[in-house]
């Protein structure tokens, strides 16, 4: 039994703004990912990557400019219904009141795709994908953060996207919890050919599995190019994010422009 | 005016939230395991201190009509009178604010929380629309059990207005005297009316408890300020509503 039996999709943000009361977030934001392609944008905290994944999902509504999903725009209601796209929040947000089978269930069940058997199928196939096939009726409680974010892929994956939106898909993790969930993204990606939009600030992740990486600083759109044009790039913001150097004589918190 | 634009904007959610929930109404006989789950959960958890309020609210009733009547030899009536102020008030105002303190909080702490631990964005991701799982069968679930628990709490206040006329000394009326009292003047009428007005208050407080929980916006403080928010305009909304829609019957 395949557990995504659909084609990848591509994603198109254009000329994408957001501003929360007079604070501007993002500031005319172009990007394309290509079907089947591991998409990554990495910034520092607050640069609005978040931001910028919750409009691609359809939770918020852009100020300016539009999100085109396999060439439908996200702020038209069908569109979600149109494609098949899941979100893997940071923290995983998975419902803690039902158990880990419950929580890989709830989508098939709710749209009710499958018959109790075949459903049954499907969610074992995910959590077995994810080496979770002993989690199946833990709840999220007692999980640990890495087991977790594994569930909320596994729930992901019982969905058949064909676009997944990681959120931090690696942090609050120990290193080698974070090079695992690098290698389940880029193992998906290789067995179903899924397209991934990855924000993080995890430059191994970035640098290692990702086909293009975007920069994004202060709500702009600094470079996108592949991890080794990134990671040879002049431009000492990026220099500095990529590969910071502690300094304890003049220390960056201390500088005038680290106030921004 | 920021005060203003709030009041308007959580009437105007509610509204919203009310008209999306029963757009999802078709959907209810897939979620019967939810509806059972919310009627054990509003009803059968409520019962019992709905039982206990109300035994109490009827003895009460008994002892100050028996002592207030005395003196002008009408205790045969004790009866009507915790029959009638049960059923046309006590019973429905009384059920209504025990199940926004008990269940209206309980529905805004859950919902606050999976609003704020992004629960609510994952079931949107999953086109999962909210109003359809978390308050539909909650609102469908507190119109069948309000019914049931004001009829309880009637039938038990009758019950302890009874037995306290007949052990209290200064009383002692034949219970038979005490029902025959509830009989001869409270109607079927007056027992409807005190059901309708417990269906409006209860789907007012389920409404809102959800609205106030899936606004809720920030971490645990806000958690908790939604749970307080939500039971007091449930508690300002019984009272008031009480009034008019008490009102509005008479006239019917």
Partial sequence: MEIIERASIGLKVENFSKSYDSVKVLNDISIEVEPGEIFVIMGPSGSGKSVLLKHVAGLEIPNNGRILIDGKDISDPKTRTQVHMALIFQ??????SMSVFDNLALYPREHRLYNKKTLRGKVMKALETLSLEDAAEKFPSQLSGGMRKRVAIARALVME?????????????????????????????????????????????????????????????????????INKTENPRVKDFLNPVIDIKNPRFKKKEYSR | MKQINNILEHFGSTIILCIRS?????????????LIEHCYLIGYTTFPIVAILSFFIG?????????????????????????????RELAPVMTSI??????????????????????????VTMNIPPERMLVMPRLVAVLIMMPVLTICANLIG????????????????????????????VTFRDIVDGLIKAEIFGFCIILISCNVGLRTVGGPREIGGSVTRAVVISLILILILDYFVTNALMKI
């Fill in chain 2, 59 to 87: 003895s009460v009733l008994a002892l100050q009509a028996g002592y207030s009547l005395e003196a002008v030899a009408a205790q045969d009536f004790i009866g009507a009178l915790v029959g009638l102020s049960l059923a």
């Fill in chain 2, 98 to 123: 025990l199940v926004a303190g008990r269940v209206g909080s309980a529905i805004s702490a859950e919902l606050a929380t999976m609003k704020v631990y992004q629960e609510v964005d994952a079931l």
């Fill in chain 2, 158 to 185: 009758w019950v302890g207005g009874a037995v306290i006329a007949q052990n209290v000394d200064f009383i002692q009326l034949d219970t038979r005297i005490y029902f025959d009292g509830i009989r001869n003047f």
């Fill in chain 2, 22 to 34: 029963f757009y999802y109404l078709p959907t209810l006989p897939r979620q019967w395991h939810r």
């Fill in chain 1, 91 to 96: 923290a995983g947000a998975l419902f803690n």
């Fill in chain 1, 161 to 229: 996207p064909e676009l997944i939106l990681y959120d931090e898909p690696t942090s609050e993790l120990d290193p080698t919890m974070g090079a695992t969930i690098s290698e389940i993204i880029a193992d998906l990606r290789a067995e179903f050919g899924v397209t991934s939009l990855v924000v993080s600030h995890d430059r191994d992740l970035a640098l290692t599995i990702a086909d293009r990486v975007a920069i994004l600083m202060d709500g702009d759109l600094l470079e996108v190019d592949t991890p080794e044009n």
